[in-house]
């Protein structure tokens, strides 16, 4: 089987508690990739890929991302739902790579809502 | 779907979807010469019987957004269309097993495409869920079960950056990341 090594291992727990002692496992920022057959046939892994990676880049534990099921909305895959705390969650359509990076670096990181990109805008 | 690691994504979600917390994806390029197998089995609740014939049309769902169901009918048409089958079997205490075979030169068959990513969005998005994945080609063939890394990592999440990055490491360095 193929297995982490020793020196992963060793890496990742380090990683893990460097991160801890900055911030508190509490979630303040909850991002759903809706991953369903329409989804992912647009897209939604890239986009998935690239919200892991700006989030592994900015060390920040208190973001969650996870996995959804279809919003109903197929057109406008790949869609994800940004959920801050003490905000109303705002729902995205049309992600690629490059908005998906966008929305991470200006509205998790910075709290700009991004209104090009949200699904629905009075 | 541009790659059948996407498919391999679709119905894994569909197992998680059925509330599995188990889903095993094995990938054989040695099979038989010139065809690949695909197979994901999960731990659910299985298909009832009376659905079972019937989940590859898209005009059969359970689920209550949309009316259609995609998933299942793309996998079997990619399958057949490249001169390659399909097969589901269920069982309510055993859970659901899907094998799609396509033949690898075939002009209608996807690439194998990015299987590492396909792990790691799984692992990522849903991480109560446990995988095993299996993937031979003619030049290696390994396993991981992320049961037994869960052990090694001593209480970490699985779905911590920087175990996901080894994860993918770990399977690109096996197979190789472009198939």
């Known amino acids: ?122 | 779907m541009k790659e059948l690691s996407l498919h391999i994504l679709d119905i894994a979600e569909n197992s998680i979807g059925a509330k599995a917390d188990f889903v095993r994806i094995a990938v054989d390029e040695t099979v038989k010469e010139g065809y690949i197998s695909i197979e994901i089995q999960d731990n659910g609740p299985g298909i009832q019987k009376e659905m079972i014939g019937s989940v590859a049309d898209p005009f059969v769902t359970t689920r209550t957004e949309r009316r259609i169901g995609m998933g299942i009918s793309l996998f079997k048409a990619a399958a057949e269309q490249s001169c390659g089958a399909f097969d589901i079997e269920s069982d309510e205490k055993k859970g659901t097993r899907v094998k799609a075979v396509f033949k690898k030169d075939h002009v209608d068959t996807a690439p194998v495409g990015d299987t590492a990513a396909t792990i790691i969005t799984l692992l990522a998005g849903n991480p109560g869920l446990d995988i095993r994945y299996e993937h031979a080609t003619p030049e290696n063939s390994f396993f991981l079960d992320t049961r037994e890394i869960r052990q090694d990592l001593e209480g970490i999440d699985i779905d911590h950056p920087a175990v996901l990055e080894k994860i993918k490491e770990l399977i690109n360095d096996n197979i190789g990341s472009k198939r």
């Open chain 1, 1 to 122: 089987m193929a297995k982490l090594s020793v020196d992963d291992l060793k890496e990742i727990k380090e990683r893990a508690a460097r991160e801890a002692s900055l911030r508190g496992g509490e979630t303040t920022v909850k991002i759903t990739v809706h991953m369903s057959t329409c989804g992912i046939a647009a897209g939604a892994r890239d986009v998935m890929a690239t919200l892991l990676e700006e989030k592994a880049e900015s060390g920040r534990t208190d973001i969650k991302i996870i996995a959804g099921s279809c919003l109903g909305m197929c057109s406008s895959e790949p869609n994800i739902t940004v959920e801050a705390a003490d905000e109303e969650p705002i729902v995205y359509q049309h992600m690629d790579v490059n908005r998906a990076r966008q929305v991470f670096k200006r509205h998790i990181l910075k709290g700009e809502v991004q209104t090009d990109f949200a699904l629905g805008k009075m």
